[in-house]
């Protein structure tokens, strides 16, 4: 394995700098996209030489847009703190009713938690609009419709499957034997459960919820179809924003770049679980 | 120790606490899950009766109509072939570059390492944004790349909004957003190949191409499958990437289902019709789905079983 060729070496190398442009240029470019003036993004050719300024995140901070024909009111502080409450909202409450669901499909084989568990699973995989089109009527006559609750409910759809399947995993790969010695100990179900087994699985859990998060954080339809201007998230939030600002592309960029740093800080703390979740546990990282 | 004194009554007491434990544990997960099913449910009967929230006085129960109109509506067709070739040209594409790049990316160097978690980042990008940073880059008036093809000698790329670029256009997105994830799963497998084989083709100084159609690509096949029916069944769903660079357009060049689901319900508000091709969609991704999960114990079991 170790007689390549400097002929190899070289162009592998090559190819490698090929695949890092392609992946990262877009994200380095929005990036220095964001502390540009109009006039500067605009120029014929484009440059990398100008001089940074930072007033598109002031913009979009203090929610004001200077135009040409005006001040501009800007909601993008509200949009950003929408995604941060539906995700770490939609979380926590997947947490707490997938986690003991999923040791229940870990630990017990009873009558129907196959299908229960399935049914669960098959979730991840249908077409969202399907339900999201009749839950829109249904969420008009029931006053959901641009709720907080409405949405983190429709968000368990994204994250209970997540949780479920990654969690119940960890837990499968667990010993019970730890738990047995626990529970001969003269300790409850309940105590086993919570000073053994969640303890154990913790590393599990926690990746499994920084994944959820993640998709959480990325979901465009959904509040698309259910939300209105001020419950929706960061990714619903910058479209709109492209249309209402026009031309403001220096804060459309910072937009962005606001919009995607959580997630990428989350993706550097989670990388070693990642490989993992996102096959739902069908490969180990 | 008490317990074990008296080891008749814990038991008794347990026997149904035991048996019910399971069930009430997963019903909390269940009971908020239930509620979904009920708009499920609502949809397959919406899909039989035609209703137009703009003609209320016209709603009424016509079976299988709406799925009878499809094999003449050309509208539809055109639908079933972009979802199609949408969802088959990305994959392709993704797994392609994506094993090529894991395979780039196999030995442990540290530098390598470094790739592979800095490729993770387009996968996490919401792909709406992603599509808006696209756009960004692509504005006729500004967008480096634009500017980049006219250098090339396309002065005037239109991309999303020309009908002749709007595929090409939306699957580069596709693909700069999805070929991690194809990447991740493909290098993780490759990692996990037993060396023994290798290293005896490389004793015996079998050709490279040898080795890699005939050890690499058989060994490496359950992750493939796996990793490329996933990737199927989100892609044939597409709707932020294309939703967001072009809602569609140009005419009706990328109406895939979910986005002419979408345009039917709130443009047309023909909710009949709409209904009837998610349905349609949610057929092909439950059949795709139980293919995907079947692969997927098969690989668990593998990943899992050995340690």
Redesign the interface.
């Known amino acids: 394995?170790d007689h390549t060729s400097t002929l190899e070496k070289v162009i592998?190398g090559i190819?490698?700098a090929l695949?890092?442009i392609?992946?990262?240029f877009?994200?380095f470019?929005?990036f220095l996209?964001s502390f540009q003036t109009n006039e500067s993004?605009?120029?014929?050719?484009?440059s990398l030489a100008f001089t940074p300024t930072l007033e598109n995140y002031i913009a979009l901070v203090t929610g004001q847009m200077k135009t040409a024909a005006g001040s501009l009111q800007l909601n993008f502080m509200q949009n950003l703190w929408n995604s941060v409450l539906l995700s770490s909202a939609s979380v926590i409450i997947s947490l707490?009713?997938?986690v003991?669901?999923a040791?229940?499909?870990a630990?017990?084989k009873?009558r129907l938690?196959e299908d229960?568990?399935?049914?669960?699973?098959?979730?991840r995989?249908?077409?969202?609009?399907?339900?999201?089109?009749?839950?829109s009527?249904?969420f008009k006559t029931l006053g959901l419709t641009n709720t907080y609750i409405g949405l983190i409910?429709?968000y368990?759809?994204i994250c209970?499957p997540l949780i479920?399947w990654i969690v119940r995993?960890y837990f499968?790969?667990l010993s019970p034997d730890i738990e047995h010695a626990h529970r001969i100990a003269?300790y409850s179900?309940f105590q086993t459960f919570r000073k053994i087994a969640v303890p154990l699985a913790l590393p599990g859990i926690a990746a499994a919820g920084l994944l959820a998060f993640?998709f959480a954080?990325?979901?465009?339809?959904f509040a698309?179809?259910l939300a209105s201007a001020d419950k929706q998230p960061?990714?619903?939030g910058?479209?709109a924003f492209?249309t209402a600002s026009g031309i403001q592309?220096g804060q459309?960029?910072a937009a962005?770049i606001f919009?995607?740093i959580p997630?990428?800080v989350?993706?550097?703390f989670a990388?070693r679980y990642?490989?993992e979740g996102?096959?739902?546990?069908?490969?180990?990282? | 120790?008490?317990?074990s004194a008296m080891p008749g009554r814990p038991a008794k007491q347990s026997r149904f606490?035991r048996?019910a434990?399971?069930?009430l544990?997963?019903l909390?997960?269940?009971l908020?899950?239930i509620?979904?099913l009920?708009?499920?449910f609502?949809?397959v009967y919406?899909s039989l009766l035609r209703y137009r929230l703009n003609l209320p006085a016209m709603k009424g129960f016509i079976w299988f109509q709406n799925y009878i109109n499809f094999f003449s509506d050309p509208k539809f067709w055109n639908t079933l072939k972009i979802s199609l070739v949408y969802a088959g040209l990305t994959v392709v594409l993704e797994l392609l570059l994506g094993l090529?790049?894991a395979m780039?990316?196999q030995k442990r160097t540290r530098l390598n390492n470094f790739?592979s978690?800095?490729?993770?980042?387009?996968?996490?990008?919401?792909?709406?944004?992603?599509a808006?940073?696209?756009?960004?880059?692509t504005?006729p008036?500004?967008g480096?790349l634009s500017?980049l093809v006219s250098i090339l000698g396309f002065p005037d790329m239109k991309w999303g909004s020309d009908p002749a670029t709007a595929l090409f256009t939306v699957t580069l997105v596709d693909v700069?957003v999805y070929?991690?994830?194809m990447m991740?799963?493909l290098?993780?497998?490759l990692r996990?190949l037993p060396p023994a084989p290798?290293?005896a083709a490389?004793l015996d100084g079998v050709p490279r191409s040898f080795v890699f159609f005939r050890i690499t690509l058989p060994m490496l096949m359950p992750?493939i499958l796996?990793?490329t029916l996933?990737r199927l069944?989100d892609s044939i769903?597409q709707?932020?990437i294309i939703?967001?660079m072009t809602q569609g357009g140009p005419g009706d060049k990328l109406l895939v289902?979910?986005v002419q689901?979408?345009l039917d319900?709130f443009q047309a508000t023909n909710?009949g019709r709409?209904?009837a091709l998610?349905?349609i969609?949610?057929a092909i991704?439950?059949a795709?789905?139980n293919v995907?999960?079947k692969q997927?114990l098969k690989?668990?079991e593998k990943?899992?079983g050995v340690?």
């Open positions: 394995m592998r190819l490698l695949v890092v392609f992946f990262m877009p994200i470019w929005i996209m993004i605009l120029r014929i050719p484009p707490i009713l997938g003991p669901a040791y229940a499909f630990r017990f009873f938690g229960i568990a399935f049914t669960l699973l098959s979730f995989f249908a077409p969202p609009l399907l339900v999201l089109l009749p839950l009527l249904y409910w429709v368990q759809l209970l479920l995993g499968e790969d003269g179900w993640i954080w990325n979901n465009f339809v698309l179809v960061v990714t619903v910058a479209l492209v592309y459309i960029a962005i919009s995607i997630t990428f989350l993706a550097m990388q990642l490989v996102l096959s739902l546990g069908a490969v180990k990282g | 120790m008490t317990s606490a048996k434990l399971p069930y544990l997963s909390p997960a269940l908020m899950c509620g979904i009920i708009p499920f609502t949809a919406y090529a790049i780039l990316l790739i978690i800095l490729l993770l980042l387009p996968l996490m990008t919401a792909p709406a944004l992603a808006l940073m696209w756009k960004l880059m504005n008036n500004f480096i500017y700069w070929t991690p994830f991740i799963l290098l993780a497998g996990s290798f290293e490389a992750y796996t990793a996933f069944l769903q709707f932020d939703y967001a289902f979910q689901a979408y319900f909710v709409s209904a998610m349905i969609l949610w991704t439950y795709l789905s995907f999960i997927w690989l668990r990943a899992h340690g």
